[in-house]
């Protein structure tokens, strides 16, 4: 188990004040993004904070959009999206060596947002949203 | 299709218990089932769909991918090792090929 930076301690205190629930079909989505999601949790409340999704707000080109995505204390974590054909995108399972943490390419076709589900050590769900806007849609 | 080719970046020293981390990169154009060719006809869908990584036969990480990843997907996260030993990447595709490549970490 690796030690959490300061930036995680911070990140994960300011999130356990600020903790609120998910409302559930928060938004419309034509993708079946909300069955996708609860699919990954079995159902189960996601709490907001303790996830950090790095994405840039606005990006040139739909067909690689770099992603982070951090949870520190998370066995799994899940990305979706709400405007592309199909609402997966990855799903990220951690070992014991390896920091709760990735870095990935995604398509986006059309501006929308991306979720980072993370399911922790404590089997409780948490998740973070992130919108991006993209000049050239990536062609689905 | 080019046969693909998996790349992993490590750094060049490794301590024990110290995270490093690994870049890793396959060629491989993720078609995604929804595109049409120049003539019209609807390209298969052809993607890496699962990508793992172990370290002395454990997991390490292991990933499922979706249409969503980009072309020649990439994929960066960090571990640590508690010494030196093998480490192997294992990228899945669609059509059962399954692309191979190991690294040796000596830890030092």
């Known amino acids: 188990m690796m030690a959490p930076t300061r930036r995680d301690v911070l990140l994960l205190s300011a999130s356990a004040t600020a903790a609120a629930l998910i409302p559930a079909g928060a938004a419309e989505a034509s993708n079946g993004v909300w069955q996708a999601i609860d699919e990954f949790t079995g159902g189960a409340l996601r709490l907001e904070g303790g996830v950090l999704l790095d994405a840039p707000e606005i990006f040139d080109n739909g067909g690689a959009v770099p992603i982070r995505v951090v949870a520190e204390g998370a066995r799994r974590i899940a990305l979706f999206n709400d405007g592309n054909p199909n609402p997966g995108v990855a799903e990220f399972t951690f070992g014991r060596l390896v920091r709760p943490e990735a870095t990935i390419r995604i398509r986006l076709a059309r501006s929308q947002t991306v979720y980072a589900v993370a399911e922790m050590e404590d089997g409780t769900f948490r998740e973070a949203s992130q919108k991006i806007a993209v000049t050239v849609g990536g062609c689905g | ?108």
Do not use: C
Request: net charge negative.
């Open chain 2, 1 to 108: 299709m080019a046969e693909p080719t998996p790349r992993v970046k490590l750094p060049r020293s490794i301590e024990p218990g110290v995270p490093f981390t690994v870049k890793t990169r396959i060629t491989h154009p993720m078609h995604t089932g929804e595109r049409h060719d120049s003539e019209g006809a609807l390209v298969p869908r052809r993607i890496i769909n699962r990508f793992v990584v172990s370290y002395g036969g454990e997991v390490v990480i292991s990933v499922n991918l979706e249409p969503a990843v980009s072309a020649d997907p990439y994929i960066q996260f960090e571990m640590a090792v508690p010494a030196s030993g093998l480490l192997e990447f294992q990228w899945f595709d669609d059509d059962g090929s399954v692309y191979s490549l190991q690294k040796q970490v000596e830890v030092g």
